[in-house]
């Protein structure tokens, strides 16, 4: 009897060592894996960082190139002060772009000479022109002539095409701007639609830079790129 109690006993002890090193073994475990997770976080923590300075490094990278388009354009802007545009004046079979042009100067009066244009020609349409008329690119020499012309068209700013002599047509409106760039193009026809819709008063285009006004009283606004047409709508859609 005693021989089995201590049999017994001996096999307590035995599974007693046993779970002891099965605890160790698992505390040890436990530890790897602590150490594990200890290192796992550092690493997230030190890519979600990472993740943040390229972040701020992209929208930093956004804004310059933001800026550098814009000055970009500004400066393309600026290499078209010489260049106007003719809007209103049908096409006719065998014309020439040089003769309207000193034929516009003329009936204006304007203190410009055909020896004063570098160019002429009539846009085409790469699409469907939809009735539109397709405008004179005419390029001074000098920014002065631009100016002289457009100086004297808004003196007279009521002549149609049949004060220009083009009696086999019903007279139109014609009307002379500074060419745009491609970008300032978009802007101001996107603008143009919101006059249109009478969500802002009025548009204009100034030495090649697009004015708007919201409304009456108010004071003009330099609009520069797109962005500023959509904030200048949602300014609209709040006041009403």
């Not at 068209?153 to 009307?175: V, Y």
């Amino acid at each position: 009897m005693t021989e089995e109690i201590l049999a017994t006993v001996k096999a307590i002890d035995n599974k007693q060592t046993e779970l002891c090193k099965a605890l160790l073994i698992c505390q040890s475990t436990v530890n790897d894996h602590g150490w594990m997770l200890d290192n796992l976080s550092k690493f997230v923590s030190n890519a979600y960082d990472q993740f943040m300075d390229i972040s701020r490094e992209m929208s930093d990278m956004k804004i310059n190139f933001q800026t550098f388009q814009y000055q970009l354009n500004a400066l393309e802007q600026v290499s078209l002060r010489s260049t106007l545009e003719i809007h209103g004046i049908p096409y006719r079979q065998g014309e020439s772009a040089m003769g309207i042009v000193g034929n516009v100067c003329r009936v204006l009066k304007a203190r410009v000479d055909e020896r004063d244009v570098e160019y002429a020609y009539r846009i085409t349409f790469n699409g469907p022109a939809d009735g539109r008329i397709a405008p004179i690119v005419v390029r001074f020499s000098r920014s002065l002539h631009a100016e002289r012309l457009m100086k004297a068209k808004k003196l007279k700013r009521n002549l149609t095409t049949g004060d220009l002599g083009m009696q086999d047509c019903a007279p139109i409106p014609f009307f002379i701007n500074f060419r745009l760039t491609t970008v300032n193009r978009k802007i101001f026809s996107k603008a143009w639609q919101l006059k249109k819709q009478g969500v802002i008063k009025c548009v204009w285009i100034r030495h090649g830079k697009i004015f708007a006004r919201r409304e009456d009283g108010m004071e003009k606004v330099h609009i520069r790129n797109e962005f500023e047409v959509d904030v200048l709508f949602a300014k609209a859609e709040i006041s009403d």
